[in-house]
């Protein structure tokens, strides 16, 4: 069963508008942008990840990407309760003009204002202005509690920022 809109917004803070509640989810807004600077190091027991270079908007607040991977954060802070999830799908007017936003699933009890990546596979490139809406959150109750929630090094991420 997923949440519509109307309720689903209970579990979000720090929305821009309140356009951004839609019929069975919550929009997230673009807050920052991010250029990969180096590798990815993942192991069984070892994890190192890589470096970013914030990509600052112009003076008009808008940002001009080229072809390329970059990583998003969002403006609004998620807390997903214990008996929910939330997916997190892009806004289907990036898809029709050659960008791609690809997100994880938020697991019961993360906190945080969350990230995902942004693929520009558009020639042209992409124009965007800051805080407009690039995914859709939508939260699924789940048929019982988890015997454990989110407890990752993710969770309370970008809270500060």
Not at 104 to 132: F, Q, S
Request: some cysteine; overall charge positive; aromatic content about 10%.
């Amino acid at each position: 069963m997923a949440l519509p809109g109307d309720e689903a917004v209970n579990f979000i803070t720090n929305l821009v508008s309140q356009g951004q509640i839609q019929p069975a989810g919550v929009d997230l807004s673009l807050r920052k942008v991010f250029k990969l600077k180096s590798h990815l190091t993942l192991g069984r027991e070892r994890r190192s990840l890589p470096e970013f270079e914030e990509v600052e908007p112009g003076s008009d607040g808008w940002w001009y990407l080229s072809q390329g991977v970059y990583k998003v954060m969002f403006n609004e802070v998620v807390s997903v309760p214990e008996d929910y999830v939330a997916l997190c799908f892009p806004r289907s007017t990036l898809l029709r003009s050659g960008v791609l936003l690809v997100c994880t699933v938020w697991d019961p009890g993360y906190v945080g204002r969350g990230e995902a990546l942004l693929h520009v596979m558009n020639p042209y490139g992409l124009k965007i202005e800051r805080c407009t809406p690039v995914a859709q959150l939508v939260f699924v109750k789940l048929l019982k509690k988890p015997s454990r929630t989110y407890k990752g090094i993710y969770r309370g991420e970008n809270l500060d920022k």
